[in-house]
């Protein structure tokens, strides 16, 4: 069985971009069009560390590249995403330290969550640079493309297989649910109707989700929530 160090290794790769492009990337992309890019980007996330995770799962969704407002309002989205407004921040930065926009909010999004995964303890690594917005959004396909809270593993699996990813992709993306919370209204059904859960686990959940109310009642996904670790594994 692979160790945790392993997984944690694995999540960060995902996290430099789930979806491969035609074309070569490189860390030194925007060296000679603006090397004020990056530390630009650093700048503006430190600055707000309460988006740290935010970015961090934003950039963990099916295609980072893909930044839309239908991806914003698709139904799968059931709790608010909370990160878009600060690559709207940050880009707006960039493009005034660069003094014209040629650096993609894909690539802002994928260098933002590097630098507030370290910033939450876990390891760093160098991003390439080189990734193109797309030109066009269908919320229809985010909608339908886009796994839902209540699917099951062969579900996720059908799902993620559907995207080019396999069960080790699966693993490995979840392990982004090292950081931050869910409501009660997301896992209710399960600590409560489940067989396949920790006894234990679910009892520590029902002491701030009840069988009814408490809907917006938030839970971490493991004991670190504000730590990229491994303890989700």
Same mark, same amino acid.
């Given at each position: 069985?692979?160790?945790?160090?392993?997984?944690?290794?694995?999540?960060?790769?995902?996290?430099?971009?789930?979806?491969?492009?035609?074309?070569?990337?490189?860390?030194?992309?925007?060296?000679?069009?603006?090397?004020?890019?990056?530390?630009?980007?650093?700048?503006?996330?430190?600055?707000?560390?309460?988006?740290?995770?935010?970015?961090?799962?934003?950039?963990?969704?099916?295609?980072?590249?893909?930044?839309?407002?239908?991806?914003?309002?698709?139904?799968?989205?059931?709790?608010?995403?909370?990160?878009?407004?600060?690559?709207?921040?940050?880009?707006?930065?960039?493009?005034?330290?660069?003094?014209?926009?040629?650096?993609?909010?894909?690539?802002?999004?994928?260098?933002?969550? &590097? !630098?507030? =995964?370290?910033?939450? /303890?876990?390891? +760093?690594?160098? @991003?390439?640079?080189?990734?193109?917005?797309?030109? #066009?959004?269908?919320?229809?396909?985010?909608?339908?493309?886009?796994?839902?809270?209540?699917?099951?593993?062969?579900?996720?699996?059908?799902?993620?297989?559907?995207?080019?990813?396999?069960? &080790? !992709?699966? =693993?490995?993306?979840? /392990?982004?649910? +090292?950081?931050? @919370?869910?409501?009660?209204?997301?896992?209710?059904? #399960?600590?409560?109707?489940?067989?396949?859960?920790?006894?234990?686990?679910?009892?520590?959940?029902?002491?701030?989700?009840?069988?009814?109310?408490?809907?917006?009642?938030?839970?971490?996904?493991?004991?670190?929530?504000?730590?990229?670790?491994?303890?989700?594994?």
């Amino acid at each position: 069985m692979a160790s945790p160090t392993h997984f944690l290794v694995v999540v960060v790769l995902l996290l430099l971009g789930v979806a491969t492009t035609a074309f070569s990337l490189s860390p030194n992309f925007y060296d000679k069009v603006c090397p004020q890019a990056l530390p630009a980007i650093r700048k503006v996330v430190e600055a707000d560390g309460s988006l740290f995770t935010s970015v961090v799962m934003v950039h963990s969704f099916w295609i980072p590249h893909l930044l839309s407002k239908p991806r914003k309002n698709a139904r799968g989205n059931l709790n608010p995403v909370r990160g878009f407004e600060v690559v709207d921040q940050i880009k707006a930065e960039v493009d005034r330290v660069c003094g014209r926009p040629v650096v993609s909010c894909a690539d802002i999004l994928a260098v933002a969550a &590097r !630098d507030s =995964v370290v910033a939450l /303890g876990g390891p +760093t690594w160098k @991003v390439r640079l080189g990734r193109r917005d797309s030109t #066009r959004a269908r919320l229809d396909l985010a909608n339908t493309e886009l796994p839902s809270p209540s699917l099951d593993l062969p579900g996720l699996l059908n799902n993620f297989r559907k995207q080019g990813l396999n069960r &080790r !992709d699966l =693993v490995a993306l979840s /392990g982004a649910h +090292t950081l931050g @919370v869910s409501r009660c209204s997301i896992f209710r059904n #399960r600590i409560y109707n489940a067989t396949n859960i920790d006894p234990a686990f679910a009892k520590q959940r029902r002491a701030t989700c009840p069988r009814t109310g408490g809907n917006t009642n938030l839970a971490p996904f493991d004991s670190t929530p504000a730590h990229f670790d491994t303890a989700y594994f």
